[in-house]
């Protein structure tokens, strides 16, 4: 989600021009508005935001999350995204600890975060996911544990938790170098997952929390490797077999020079895709679909057969899936199986 407040009113001109061109026609089941901050977007803004969204079609039961930050809500503006249709809120709480707030550069309260999601649930938002970042640089186990017992409080039905990666070039890489130990970090997700098991979430994606019937289904699009329509400055999809990019220069893209990189994916590298994503989920991949599509049988692929004798991977009611108390060391496992 793109936005420079002098070049707003351009910008969704060109948002709704892309949609108009490139946008099919299908039934929508999934929106999401975000990749940034779309909460700062004031009122005149969230009406031209409103035009474009009325370009899809939209299915009765469609998905439509907004990502917000709490500062940003209050009465007024819940009551506008209702009336647009959002149903679904994403808020970027991260964290309640004062040390990691003021490293991310960030703001948040538990009583500011409880009156707010009162206040959405009192408009009928029966669907609040919030974000929670972990391991950051100094972070000790009992802090984690304090944010996930204040998260848990607020009652989400849905939580993704992320331990934080420290990006080169970065200004906290460049202070800080490296997050927590290791061991320290699996200590924290152990504690993760026990603590939100025990309160009634369900852990379906690595870093993926949710109460009952409330996984994310937009998310679910990606880890399936399904298709998936991206528009705006940076947006990516799928589709057709083709993944593309968007531009990131706000210029080609107002000049309705949307897409800059566009590439055919091989059945190889869909396969490579599907095996990356689909292991994320705890649940896994499916044997008899993968077998009916691609006419390979994965029990037979020699790094899967090695994982599984490891137990590294483990084979259940026709599912090939991440042994879960070896879910930590995820990328390790993928990397051997790619």
């Known amino acids: 989600m793109f936005y420079v407040k002098k070049w707003a009113n351009k910008y969704f001109d060109a948002l709704y021009d892309e949609v108009q061109n490139l946008y099919e026609g299908e039934m929508i089941k999934t929106l999401y508005i975000g990749g940034g901050t779309p909460s700062m977007l004031n009122e005149s803004e969230l009406e031209q935001l409103d035009r474009v969204i009325k370009l899809f079609t939209l299915s009765p039961d469609c998905e439509f999350t907004f990502e917000a930050n709490l500062s940003d809500l209050n009465d007024i503006y819940l009551t506008r995204l209702k009336n647009m249709g959002v149903n679904r809120l994403s808020i970027g709480i991260e964290s309640f600890d ?6 991310m550069g960030r703001e948040a309260s538990f009583d500011e975060a409880n009156k707010i999601i009162k206040m959405a649930r009192s408009k009928g938002f029966d669907n609040i996911n919030i974000d929670f970042m972990y391991a950051l640089p100094k972070e000790d186990l009992q802090t984690t544990k304090d944010d996930i017992k204040k998260i848990i409080k607020l009652k989400p039905d849905h939580i993704s938790a992320y331990g934080l990666i420290l990006e080169p070039n970065t200004r906290m890489y460049i202070h800080y170098k490296k997050t927590v130990e290791e061991d320290e970090e699996y200590e924290m997700y152990k504690s993760i997952k026990r603590m939100l098991s025990r309160a009634g979430y369900e852990h379906y994606e690595v870093s993926n929390y949710a ?34 990019e968007n531009t990131k220069n706000i210029n080609k893209y107002l000049d309705g020079k949307y897409i800059n990189k566009r590439e055919l994916v091989s059945i190889e590298d869909e396969k490579k895709n599907k095996l990356m994503l689909g292991l994320r989920l705890l649940k896994g991949i499916n044997l008899n679909e993968w077998f009916l599509k691609y006419h390979e049988n994965l029990e037979v692929n020699e790094n899967i057969k090695k994982l599984i004798k490891e137990k590294l991977l483990l084979v259940e009611d026709n599912y090939l899936f991440v042994n879960p108390k070896k879910l930590y060391i995820m990328n390790e496992i993928l990397v051997r199986i790619i």
């Not at 004062?98 to 490293?103: C, D, I, T, V, Y």
């Not at 994310?216 to 593309?244: D, I, M, P, Q, T």
């Open 211 to 244: 109460k009952p019937n409330k996984y994310a289904k937009h998310n679910l699009v990606y880890w399936l490797n399904g298709e998936y329509y991206g528009f705006g400055l940076g947006a990516s999809g799928y589709l057709h077999e083709v993944r593309y």
């Open 98 to 103: 004062e040390a990691k707030l003021k490293l």
